[in-house]
């Protein structure tokens, strides 16, 4: 099979296990929950979510994405046991983190306890399956995927019944799904090596990569936190039945994404000229593209899922729209930026989109309520896309 043929294979088999993720978390649990559960409670449960969210995507999905990188750059067979020893200090800290954080949020001990250890699968689950895409085995994704869809419909099924805990949901999809995927790679079980000479600076790069996560998560999803303390708990229910669209282009371009760095990360022969100005003109065009069908989009998600919100979020759809098409092109144009360029930069871009987000964000929900709260995150996004579409014309 030709090469362009295995990379849309790839893709395909990548959508579609990603498609799975979807379809349990954001289309089957969170809208079931959103029905069931007083606003409040709901509202609380969004806020661990996207603090949940942001840690994760920092230190699990991060330092999984260092594995393909530093695979891809200097092939190396104890990269595995350094950036593994990474992931580890990461769950330690998570505990750490979590369980006063949550506790000082309201959260119970029990919720607490059950929450926190929800969290720490996820992160690992985020590191095994950047594994897994970097060895290709996308298949194996599809069916630790799949554990989690069916974690989600038995713990519904409990709560269909009577069981009055609103997080289990969580913890039986996380805990099945991670248990298949730490089993489908073959590293698990070994024996981990001692630190090798390179571990200095992968831990450097490691801490680049956390550092311009965390900068560029906070505001990816602290605008779903923010809207509690600024608008309230039903305008953030609101805000995120909204933003559910922004999930489902994930859909999309997550998978690609994927397949594309793992790609990269297995081929040193790539030509970074030729390919940065394909991918910058793509680029463009999808930015258009999404922004132009978005709309239609938003008000189908949010009729079929959150119809208890529909009114106010047609009052933001315009802004919504044109947020998810600058934050869903940063997203590509972020793979290809690490893959040839200063990983170390990321973070003094994601520096300036806090800024942006910390300084707008506010402003926007003083002035103009939910919609210029909107607004601002609408224009946070776009400054964002555009310097690093610049940056790489630039450097082209």
């Known amino acids: 099979m030709s090469k362009r043929k295995l990379f849309l294979k790839d893709i395909v088999v990548n959508t579609v296990a990603f498609g799975v993720y979807m379809l349990a978390h954001h289309i089957i649990m969170l809208p079931y929950l959103a029905k069931i559960l007083p606003v409040e409670v709901n509202s609380q449960l969004l806020l661990y979510l996207m603090l949940a969210s942001i840690f994760t995507a920092s230190f699990g999905n991060e330092f999984g994405v260092l594995y393909q990188v530093r695979m891809g750059r200097n092939p190396s067979e104890t990269a595995f046991s350094?950036?593994?020893?990474?992931?580890?200090?990461?769950?330690?800290?998570?505990?750490?983190?979590?369980?006063?954080?949550?506790?000082?949020?309201?959260?119970?001990?029990v919720e607490s306890l059950a929450l926190t250890l929800v969290t720490l699968l996820w992160n690992i689950r985020m590191f095994y399956h950047s594994v897994l895409r970097h060895r290709k085995q996308f298949k194996s994704i599809f069916v630790c995927n799949l554990g989690y869809l069916l974690g989600i419909a038995a713990a519904i099924v409990l709560l269909a019944k009577g069981v009055d805990i609103y997080w289990l949901p969580l913890l039986f999809g996380e805990f099945i799904s991670t248990f298949i995927t730490i089993f489908k790679d073959k590293d698990f079980?070994?024996?981990i090596k001692a630190r090798s000479s390179e571990y200095k600076d992968i831990r450097r790069e490691g801490l680049d990569l956390v550092?311009?996560?965390?900068?560029?998560?906070?505001?990816?999803?602290g605008d779903k936190i923010l809207v509690l303390p600024l608008l309230g708990s039903f305008n953030m229910s609101s805000y995120y039945a909204g933003n559910s669209l922004s999930k489902g282009l994930m859909l999309?371009?997550?998978?690609?994404?994927?397949?594309?760095?793992?790609?990269?990360?297995?081929?040193?022969?790539?030509d970074k000229r030729r390919l940065t100005r394909r991918m910058l003109r793509a680029n463009l065009i999808i930015v258009i593209a999404l922004a132009l069908i978005s709309y239609p989009l938003i008000y189908l998600a949010t009729y079929l899922l959150y119809r208890q919100f529909l009114e106010i979020v047609l009052s933001i759809i315009i802004p919504l729209a044109i947020s998810a098409a600058f934050a869903t092109g940063t997203t590509v144009l972020k793979v290809i930026f690490l893959r040839y360029y200063k990983i170390s930069a990321i973070k003094y871009i994601n520096l300036l989109k806090i800024i942006f987000f910390t300084g707008l964000a506010p402003l926007g929900a003083y002035w103009g309520g939910l919609l210029g709260f909107t607004v601002a995150i609408a224009v946070s996004n776009g400054i964002i896309w555009l310097i690093y579409f610049f940056s790489m014309l630039k450097s082209d």
């Open 189 to 191: 079980l070994k024996k």
């Open 82 to 109: 350094d950036v593994y020893r990474l992931l580890h200090c990461s769950n330690l800290l998570l505990i750490v983190i979590f369980v006063p954080m949550l506790l000082i949020l309201h959260f119970s001990v």
């Open 211 to 221: 550092g311009a996560a965390v900068l560029g998560n906070i505001p990816g999803y």
């Open 252 to 270: 999309l371009v997550n998978p690609v994404n994927g397949v594309l760095l793992s790609w990269l990360s297995t081929d040193a022969g790539d």
